[in-house]
């Protein structure tokens, strides 16, 4: 089994805020693939489904996001899970939003959810980053955080959303590098080519009728009165031939 945390605060006031997009990450992995229905249990709420060949417990901590560590930490010792095991879905300041990184370990660059984590079983656990932007000043960053999207951000934070749920069985089989991809893909699609156009063949004029000819029968004279002339034909009328 592996656990897929989702960070964020409890309660429809918070419900919409950029730093609930851990709990929008996995509601839509549990609508998407079928999930059993949220109970409660570890401090938080759970839903238990497979993803490909992995068995996977979706966790949204109850605890808000400062004590966030109390829930992860108590159902990885339940389940006596590793912590590279665990994948934490968070919203990061540090990347432009609509991005996404996948990592292990590393710094929680000032983010409580992933200090109370640390804190309860070490560094080592996996991180799905998910970029929400940062306001350009640390004085706007609680403010910021604590706000719900913008209009302007429906569109790729939707896409995020479906590409992360679409594509969760790769990241739970261990394949991060084709996850991440795979969701840059849903945000950024590829511009399809467009079909070359094929110049039009110029139309032919229609070929013109043959000309028909009508003959004009003639009466001919005989060839010996043509030879000789009008005087001796009136002779040989007289005469006779």
Not at 10 to 36: L, Q, T, W
């Amino acid at each position: 089994m592996i656990i897929f945390a989702g960070l964020g605060n409890p309660g429809s006031k918070y419900a919409r805020n950029r730093h609930n997009i851990g709990f929008m990450a996995v509601d839509e992995i549990a609508r998407r693939h079928g999930f059993s229905p949220w109970r409660k249990r570890f401090r938080g709420e759970v839903a238990e489904g497979r993803l490909g060949s992995e068995k996977v417990l979706l966790l949204k901590p109850q605890t808000f996001m400062n004590e966030s560590g109390r829930s992860v930490g108590e159902a990885a010792k339940f389940f006596k899970i590793e912590p590279e095991d665990v994948y934490v879905f968070h919203d990061e300041l540090d990347l432009a939003a609509g991005k996404l990184r996948c990592k292990l370990g590393g710094g929680v660059a000032g983010h409580n959810g992933l200090r109370s984590i640390a804190a309860q079983m070490g560094k080592d656990y996996q991180r799905v980053r998910m970029g929400i932007g940062h306001p350009g000043n640390k004085a706007k960053v609680l403010s910021h955080v604590l706000k719900d999207f913008a209009k302007d951000d429906q569109d790729w934070l939707d896409a995020m959303l479906e590409g992360v749920g679409e594509h969760a069985p790769l990241l739970a089989e261990g394949n991060a590098s084709s996850f991440q991809n795979k969701v840059h893909l849903a945000v950024n699609p590829e511009p399809q080519e467009k079909p070359a156009k094929t110049k039009a063949k110029p139309k032919q004029a229609p070929a013109a009728k043959p000309e028909t000819t009508t003959k004009v029968e003639t009466q001919t004279a005989p060839k010996s009165e043509e030879k000789a002339g009008p005087m001796a034909s009136a002779l040989r009328k007289i005469f006779g031939n």
